[in-house]
């Protein structure tokens, strides 16, 4: 498995979690759990995905723009994961944040797809995509079990 297939594994979790946590209503222990699951699978991943995936991309010019932009989108989803985490489930408020969450994880995953892997296929060797796979699975896991 290469870097990009194990980094798609995560992204239809996440985009599965994504939508069904904006099918939820108020202050419901489905919400919380989907919650609480979504949050762990984008800790783990953005943890992960940026030790392994962006930051040897940062060292080529033509993937440093692109792995910058990447990282500064998880902490926008941090920022909104950290506003719902303040706001309670009930509050009609929280499912407007959720939505945005929602729009940021699938303009992220969209952006990746589309068009960094693409560009990180230019400049990574096929030695560095297992590699890189290999590292990112094992930081995953281990997040994923602290998370």
């Given at each position: 498995?290469?870097?990009?297939?194990?980094?798609?594994?995560?992204?239809?979790?996440?985009?599965?979690?994504?939508?069904?946590?904006?099918?939820?209503?108020?202050?419901?222990?489905?919400?919380?759990?989907?919650?609480?699951?979504?949050?762990?699978?984008?800790?783990?991943?953005?943890?992960?995905?940026?030790?392994?995936?962006?930051?040897?991309?940062?060292?080529?010019?033509?993937?440093?723009?692109?792995?910058?932009?990447?990282?500064?989108?998880?902490?926008?989803?941090?920022?909104?994961?950290?506003?719902?985490?303040?706001?309670?489930?009930?509050?009609?408020?929280?499912?407007v944040?959720?939505?945005?969450?929602?729009?940021?994880?699938?303009?992220?995953?969209?952006?990746?797809?589309?068009?960094?892997?693409?560009?990180?296929?230019?400049?990574?060797?096929?030695?560095?995509?297992?590699?890189?796979?290999?590292?990112?699975?094992?930081?995953?896991?281990?997040q994923?079990?602290?998370g």
């Amino acid at each position: 498995m290469n870097i990009f297939e194990a980094l798609r594994i995560s992204h239809v979790t996440q985009r599965t979690l994504a939508d069904q946590l904006i099918q939820t209503q108020g202050d419901s222990p489905e919400r919380a759990s989907l919650f609480t699951e979504l949050k762990r699978e984008l800790s783990a991943h953005a943890c992960a995905e940026e030790r392994f995936f962006y930051v040897p991309l940062i060292a080529h010019d033509m993937t440093q723009e692109p792995s910058r932009h990447g990282i500064a989108e998880h902490h926008q989803m941090d920022k909104l994961i950290e506003e719902l985490d303040a706001t309670d489930f009930s509050s009609p408020g929280w499912l407007v944040t959720a939505k945005a969450l929602h729009h940021k994880i699938y303009h992220h995953l969209e952006d990746e797809e589309q068009s960094v892997f693409q560009l990180a296929g230019k400049v990574l060797s096929e030695s560095e995509k297992l590699s890189l796979a290999k590292d990112y699975e094992g930081e995953f896991v281990s997040q994923r079990v602290k998370g």
